[in-house]
């Protein structure tokens, strides 16, 4: 090179280019795809490439600096802690591979609990009590685990006093200080009462969960009492928005407990987890714990402790996402969770196994899991970088843009009277419902693909075989999946002694037939059924170009008829004589399979 580095421009010899060339460019495209017409304007393409969440959040499709409102976000580990709670952030050591463990035998928890300690997790998540491991026996599964290197985090539901009062036990059987022992108790009173509609004790309960607080912040300053486990609205189908704003308000709600028992504001922020779903919508992961560490930044600055509002965030990869059907797709769902997790900047990671709709993980399983994490860390080295996804602008946008409205539905439950409040007044199941409706809908009418599921569904599938896992606790609000419509109908299929079919009429070559044919068949198949060009079947389904229907679907339709067939559908869109329905892309999957197999005779 004969110019010095200094003085090389990169993008020199091209023109800037503008916002107006791209709307230009963005509405010929639409044009051609029929996104558009031709008195469309320019100025129009933003709203019409501007995609809505099922918050409510309206997201454009272009953003620059110029159209991205955003407040000052700081430095990492200085308020307002969009960019991360710590300084350091994972960048020392990469975040904290932290597996979880519900088996209740504990010769077999232990084993697995070594296993996988000497293999890359760096701290446990117990389910303890109930049908997971009894409380007692905490002294037999974690023979052998350094409790002053291992950080633990119980899950014990209503009964967290008892097990934390075994841990201490625990620990001074061990010999350990407490105050060299880290992890948490997950005393979550609210999120119990969320999760089980149990509404006697909760007082009494608030009440153990400050006094636990107020024992750990004077005698093991490296253990949290409570974890605000804001999974349970993601589970009952609310979006990111509704997620934050409970977490924020069950947050506040504690806030108020532990400082009336006794602590300082600053000692009460330090007692306080939180816990979110990490989902496969990278982007709107990543900034949803951005968003997180925002709302709880200016909750401790109106207590006046702006300094310590650095929020420790657990990131669970979402259960909802998991598919029973198709299950090694898992692993790509988790894999994008956690990955959009460690850029998030959660302090804490949980990869759920890609069996976990199916029992009990195995081995195997758990050991792909734990990987997971290992390979963002030590091979991508997602963890090297402080915020990778600051700057970005979309990200900024959407991060401000879910602060403002989780804060907005925040200060409606506050309004309420808090979030112990609106449970029980039904507000926010309310809210909750009307964000899983919308979700819901995009499911079936396939707009939300699930792979595996409700896309390219494979019907000769060999499931791996697992144990019973113990049923979820339930009660309150709902537990939804986003696979549950179509794996229902699926399971409806699979109890047939034979596949239910539809028969396959086609018009025209198979060039020209093909498309539709492949479109029915994966439509079909979503619901279990198979197709079948030998007639028969009672319903059929009609797959040809579009010039032919003109003059042959009418006919055919009766044809079928004569011969025996229930009902006639057509793969595409039209208004035909002897046509009963309409199957094409965009149109509701699952009641189209759901009158389907009705009409196959498959019982529900």
């Keep these: 090179m004969t110019e010095s580095a200094e003085n090389l421009t990169l993008g020199a010899d091209f023109p800037a280019a503008t916002v107006e060339q791209w709307r230009r460019l963005a509405l010929t495209a639409l044009r051609r795809s029929g996104g558009a017409t031709n008195d469309t304007l320019p100025e129009q393409v933003d709203d019409l490439l501007t995609s809505v969440t099922h918050g409510g959040l309206r997201v454009a499709a272009l953003h620059t600096p110029e159209a991205t409102d955003r407040p000052e976000t700081g430095l990492p580990g200085q308020p307002p802690f969009v960019r991360g709670a710590r300084a350091a952030g994972a960048v020392v050591a990469g975040w904290d591979v932290r597996q979880r463990y519900t088996e209740p035998e504990p010769a077999e928890l232990r084993e697995a609990v070594l296993g996988d300690l000497e293999n890359g997790t760096t701290s446990l998540w117990l389910a303890v009590g109930g049908g997971a491991l009894p409380i007692d026996a905490l002294p037999d599964a974690l023979d052998g685990v350094y409790l002053d290197l291992a950080p633990v985090v119980l899950d014990a539901g209503d009964a967290f006093r ?4 075994a841990w201490f036990d625990l620990l001074a059987a061990r010999k350990v200080e407490p105050g060299k022992a880290a992890g948490g108790f997950g005393a979550d009173p609210l999120g119990w009462r969320a999760r089980t509609g149990a509404v006697d004790g909760l007082d009494a309960a608030l009440r153990d969960a400050a006094a636990l607080a107020g024992r750990c912040a004077a005698d093991a300053p490296g253990l949290r009492a409570i974890t605000v486990d804001a999974t349970v609205y993601h589970d009952a189908g609310g979006s990111e928005v509704e997620e934050l704003a409970c977490a924020a308000a069950a947050g506040v709600a504690y806030l108020r407990v532990l400082t009336d028992s006794g602590l300082s504001v600053r000692a009460a922020l330090g007692q306080l987890d939180f816990r979110y779903a990490a989902s496969a919508d990278q982007f709107a992961t990543i900034a949803k714990l951005r968003a997180a560490r925002r709302l709880w930044a200016r909750v401790a600055e109106l207590c006046e402790a702006a300094e ?24 790509l769902r988790t894999t994008i969770a956690s990955f959009a997790a460690g850029v998030g900047g959660a302090d804490a990671v949980t990869v759920l196994p890609f069996d976990h709709r199916l029992g009990r993980p195995d081995a195997f399983s758990r050991r792909l899991a734990r990987n997971t994490q290992t390979l963002l860390v030590e091979e991508a080295h997602v963890a090297r970088v402080l915020d990778p996804a600051g700057g970005s602008w979309y990200v900024e946008q959407y991060t401000e843009q879910l602060a403002q409205a989780a804060w907005e539905w925040f200060t409606v439950v506050e309004q309420a009277g808090g979030l112990a409040a609106a449970l029980d007044s039904g507000l926010v199941a309310d809210r909750l419902a009307t964000a899983w409706e919308s979700r819901a809908t995009d499911i079936a009418h396939r707009r939300d693909p699930i792979t595996g599921v409700s896309e390219f569904p494979n019907l000769n599938e060999r499931l791996p075989q697992r144990r019973p896992a113990p049923e979820p606790i339930g009660g309150g609000l709902p537990r939804h999946r986003y696979a549950e419509a179509f794996e229902r109908l699926r399971d409806r299929s699979d109890a047939r002694p034979e596949r239910p079919a539809v028969y ?60 025996g067939v229930s009902r006639v559908l057509l793969a595409g869109r039209g208004d035909y004589p002897g046509i009963d329905g309409y199957v094409y892309a965009g149109g509701d999957a699952v009641a189209v399979l759901t009158t389907t197999l009705a009409d196959l005779g498959v019982p529900e």
């Design 504 to 563: 396959l009429a086609t018009l025209g070559s198979k060039a020209a037939s093909g498309a539709r044919v492949t479109f029915a068949t994966n439509l079909f198949a979503a619901g279990g059924i198979a197709v079948t060009t030998e007639p028969g079947p009672a319903v059929a389904c009609i797959c040809g170009p579009d010039k032919a229907y003109a003059e042959q679907a009418a006919p055919l339709a009766a044809e079928l008829r004569a011969a």
């Design 308 to 331: 310590s509002g650095g929020q420790r965030q657990h990131a669970v990869t979402s259960a909802a996402m998991m598919t029973a059907r198709d299950p090694w797709v898992n692993l």
């Design 162 to 165: 008892p097990a934390a009062n």
